[in-house]
């Protein structure tokens, strides 16, 4: 199933022309995922700044708190701004998240701030750190979900102009309402590394 759903977003993101595509796993986890650059689709926006992204994550029960976890698919929105001079870009947005556990069918809309930096270092390629955040408190969220709290920190190598190799940490955190009892449930807490192109 996972197979089917990341040939069908890379041959989507060939058609479409999107921004970036990348794919991450470690030893149980994979995780693949397309943003898109509006600006290159509109004219009055401008490029690298406002971007859609769809994303697919296939986690193991090896690295969550319970053993009925099923897959985690996000749609998100961010726009991002240079911080001039400084070598920071910032960034906010939300996201659409959908996983179920067991029969139970977990929905929010965890709004968030992303944050990355290029190092001004002679290196002989360009190295950088990123860290986001994402929160949904019980009002952003839906269904059984009683809350949400993701954050990632990501160190990246821009081995060639338009491709990278990341390492990372994430944790995802789910809370679930149950009979307004809370539930509170790692989705995933690990350590992967990935690939991205930029188009």
């Known amino acids: 199933m996972f ?3 990341s040939l069908f977003i890379l041959s989507f993101s060939c058609t479409y022309a999107m921004h970036t595509a990348e794919l991450n796993i470690n030893e149980y986890d994979l995780e693949a995922g397309v943003k898109w650059d509006i600006g290159q689709f509109n004219g ?3 490029p690298d700044t406002t971007f859609i992204g769809l994303s697919y994550l296939k986690a193991d029960r090896e690295n969550a708190s319970n053993n009925n976890i099923d897959g985690y698919i996000n749609v998100n929105f961010i726009t991002k701004q240079n911080i001039k001079n400084t070598g ?3 960034g906010l947005g939300m996201k659409g998240v959908y996983t179920t556990l067991s029969d139970s069918d977990f929905i929010a ?3 968030g701030a992303e944050l990355s930096y290029n190092f001004p270092l002679n290196f002989p390629i360009p190295i950088g750190l990123s860290a986001s955040a994402y929160y949904a408190p019980k009002s952003l969220s839906f269904s059984d979900a009683g809350g949400y709290l993701e954050y990632r920190t990501e160190v990246y190598a821009n081995l060639m102009e338009r491709a990278s190799v990341y390492i990372g940490y994430r944790k995802i955190n789910t809370k679930y309402d149950f009979s307004n009892n809370i539930y509170d449930i790692t989705y ?3 350590i992967y590394y990935g690939i991205k192109f930029s188009f």
């Open 3 to 5: 197979k089917k759903i």
């Open 44 to 46: 009055t926006v401008e």
């Open 188 to 190: 995933n807490k690990s």
């Open 88 to 90: 920071f870009k910032v």
């Open 109 to 111: 809309v965890p709004i």
